[in-house]
């Protein structure tokens, strides 16, 4: 026979679990995109109604804002070990590159990037979004420019080499990984990749 307590705990309402459903909603972002996920698909990932939805996250801009966030932080632990850890520009390239490779393409996890591979173009009333993606994109372009940068004041690079275009090229590497490993590209085939695009590292110092 079932207590009064028993009872109490089956007909209790299970308490939301936020960060559980950011990170769920984090995923089918990654999955099916901005655009290609719709506030049913969120809804029944989450297993909430749209009325909770709003009043956890407000809107799915707002969702969609915070599960990027969620990602990066995820992310920069990981990416600032290793450009510490570097000695030099090239070795954090290097072992950033590596590691997207192998991150890309994990099987317990969506394909590629999302903010690599995030909203590129969209609809006009989606454009806040694009631009945020974008504003990702740029900030991680600037990293690598600051660490390629960092290494020309040390003395390890030539003051002539172009930082920009450097630092261009090797965020538009990851971006192409990004896309690659969405379109069913292997970590080996990342890693061949990465082997490669090594290759146009300035050799003169």
């Known amino acids: 026979m079932e207590s009064d307590e028993t009872r109490k705990t089956r007909g209790r309402p299970r308490a939301f679990d936020r960060a559980l459903a950011l990170d769920k909603a984090l995923r089918l ?3 099916q995109g901005y655009e290609g996920t719709s506030m049913s698909d969120l ?14 996250f407000e809107s799915k801009p707002a969702l969609y804002s915070e599960a990027l966030e969620l990602y990066l932080a995820r992310q920069h632990e990981q990416i600032t ?18 590691a997207a490779a192998e991150q890309y393409t994990r099987p ?11 909203v590129l173009r969209s609809a006009e009333a989606n454009e806040a979004m694009a631009q945020l993606t974008a504003t990702h994109r740029r900030n991680a ?28 090229f090797y965020a538009g590497v990851i971006q192409g990984m990004s896309v690659q490993a969405i379109d069913g590209a292997s970590h080996a085939q990342l890693n061949a ?13």
């Open 29 to 31: 972002f990654w999955a």
């Open 43 to 56: 809804t029944s990932a989450l297993g909430i109604n749209a009325p909770s939805l709003y009043a956890a």
């Open 81 to 98: 070990a290793l450009m510490d850890q570097a000695l030099s520009a090239r070795e954090a390239l290097e072992a950033m590159l590596y």
């Open 108 to 118: 317990d996890q969506p394909a590629g990037c999302p903010i690599a591979s995030g």
């Open 141 to 168: 372009l600037a990293m690598i420019a600051g660490r390629i940068a960092l290494d020309i004041r040390r003395g390890l690079m030539s003051t002539q080499t172009d930082v920009d275009g450097l630092a261009m």
């Open 193 to 205: 990749l990465v082997k490669i695009a090594l290759r146009a590292w300035p050799a003169h110092v």
